[in-house]
C-alpha cells in the first residue's frame, strides 16, 4: 500500500515537473514570438495552452484521489496539497503566455521601438531565469532558494517601471508608435504577473518545507 | 465527531463568503477611487489588502487540517478543496484591486477623458454583479447559475475591446493624454483579469456539484 503511494506521490511530482516545462516553454516562445513578429509561433503558443490545461485538470484529479482514496499522513498530504495550488499558478503563468501571444497576433506592422524591445526581451530572460531556477528549487524541496528565487521579482519590477517610463515618452515622442507602445506595456504587465505566479510558487515551497504559509513580496512598489 | 466536522465546514463557508464580500467591497472602492482620483480611498484599498491576504491564509490552515485530521468522505472533501483553491482565485482578484488602488496613487492629474472613465465605470459594475452574483452562487451550489455568470465575461471583454481602442484613438488624437490613457488601460486589464478570476471560481463551483474540472470560456478572444 504504501509503496503504490509512493508511486504515485512520485508521478504526482514528475507530472508537476514537466507541467513547469511546458509553461517555461510557452513563455520563452511567446515572448520570442513577440519580438521576432512571428504570428506562427504565436499561434502555437495559443494552441499549446490546451494542453497545459489539460495538465493541470490531471493534476487536480489526481491529488484529489490520492487525499480520498489514501488519506495522507501530514507531510504527504503538504506535498499534494502544494501540487494542488501550484499547478493553478503554473496554468495561469500558460494564460499569461497565450496573452503575450495574443498581443502579437495584433500588432500590425507598428513602428517598433528597438530599445523598449531590448527591455522586454532583458525582463523575459529574468523571467525565465526565475521559471526554470523554481523547478529545480521544487524538485530539490529547497525553500533558501525559493527566498532567493522570490527576490529576482524585484528586478522584474524595476524593468516594469523602466519600460512603462519608456513607453509613456515614446508616444509622447512619437504619437504614431502609440499601438505598438501599448502592446509593449500589456506584455511587460503580464511578465510581471508571471513574476508574482513564480513568487507564488516559492511560497508553496516554502510551506511544503516548513508547514507555515508566508508570503514573499507584498508587490507594494511595483509599476504593472 | 461528525457535529463538530459540520460545524467547521459551516465556519469555512462563512468565512469564504466574507473573504468574497471584502474582495468585492475592495475592487469597487478601488474604482470609485480611480474615478474620482480619490488618493484615500486608494491607500485604504492597499492597506484592507492585508486582512483578504491574511483570510485566505486562515482558509488555507483550516482546510488543510481538517483534511488531515478528519479525513472527510469524497463529497466533504471536494467542498473543502473548493474552499482552497477558490480562495486563491479571491486573492488575487483582491491583488487587481490593489493594482487599480497603485494606478490611481500614480496619475498626477493629468488630462482625463470623461467617455474612457465612464466605460471603466460600467466595466466596474459589470465586475460587481460578477463578483456579487458568484457568492449567492457559491452559497447556493447553484452550478446552473455558475454557468450564467461565467457568460457575463464576455462582456466584461467587450468593454476592454472599447476601452483599449478608445484609448489608442485618444492618444493618437491628443498625444498629451498619453499617461492618463495608459493607466486606462491598465485598469481595464485589470478588471479583465478579475472576471477571469470569477469565472474560476464559477469552475469550482460546477466542480463541487458535479465532481467534474471543466474550462469555462477559453479567453480567446480578449483583447487585454
Redo the contacts between chains.
Keep these: 500500500m504504501r509503496q503504490i503511494f509512493e508511486d504515485e506521490l512520485n508521478e504526482l511530482h514528475v507530472r508537476f515537473s514537466e507541467m513547469g516545462m511546458m509553461v517555461n516553454e510557452a513563455i520563452y516562445k511567446s515572448v520570442r514570438a513577440f519580438i521576432d513578429h512571428d504570428k506562427n509561433l504565436a499561434r502555437e503558443v495559443?494552441e499549446s495552452d490546451k494542453q497545459i490545461?489539460k495538465r493541470e485538470?490531471d493534476l487536480?484529479?489526481r491529488s484529489?484521489e490520492m487525499?480520498?482514496l489514501q488519506?495522507p499522513v501530514?507531510s504527504d498530504?503538504?506535498m499534494i496539497?502544494t501540487v494542488?495550488?501550484a499547478s493553478?499558478d503554473l496554468e495561469r503563468m500558460g494564460?499569461h503566455a497565450?496573452?503575450i501571444g495574443?498581443s502579437t497576433i495584433?500588432v500590425k506592422g507598428n513602428r517598433r521601438v528597438p530599445a523598449i524591445e531590448k527591455d522586454i526581451a532583458d525582463m523575459a530572460e529574468v523571467v525565465k531565469k526565475m521559471g526554470e531556477a523554481i523547478l529545480d528549487a521544487y524538485v530539490k524541496e529547497d525553500e533558501t532558494r525559493a527566498l532567493e528565487i522570490a527576490n529576482i521579482d524585484r528586478e522584474i519590477d524595476r524593468y516594469s517601471d523602466k519600460i512603462?517610463k519608456a513607453?509613456?515618452q515614446e508616444?509622447?515622442h512619437d504619437?504614431?508608435t502609440?499601438?505598438g507602445n501599448?502592446d509593449y506595456?500589456?506584455v511587460a504587465?503580464y511578465l510581471e504577473r508571471i513574476g508574482?505566479y513564480v513568487t507564488n510558487i516559492c511560497e508553496w515551497i516554502v510551506y511544503l518545507k516548513t508547514g507555515k504559509?508566508v508570503?514573499l513580496n507584498t508587490?507594494?512598489n511595483?509599476?504593472?
Design positions: 495559443i490545461n485538470v487536480e484529479q484529489f487525499i480520498a488519506q501530514t498530504l503538504r496539497v494542488m495550488k493553478s494564460d497565450v496573452s495574443k495584433r512603462y513607453c509613456v508616444t509622447q504619437p504614431s502609440v499601438v501599448m506595456l500589456l504587465s508574482d504559509i508570503e508587490n507594494l511595483e509599476t504593472l
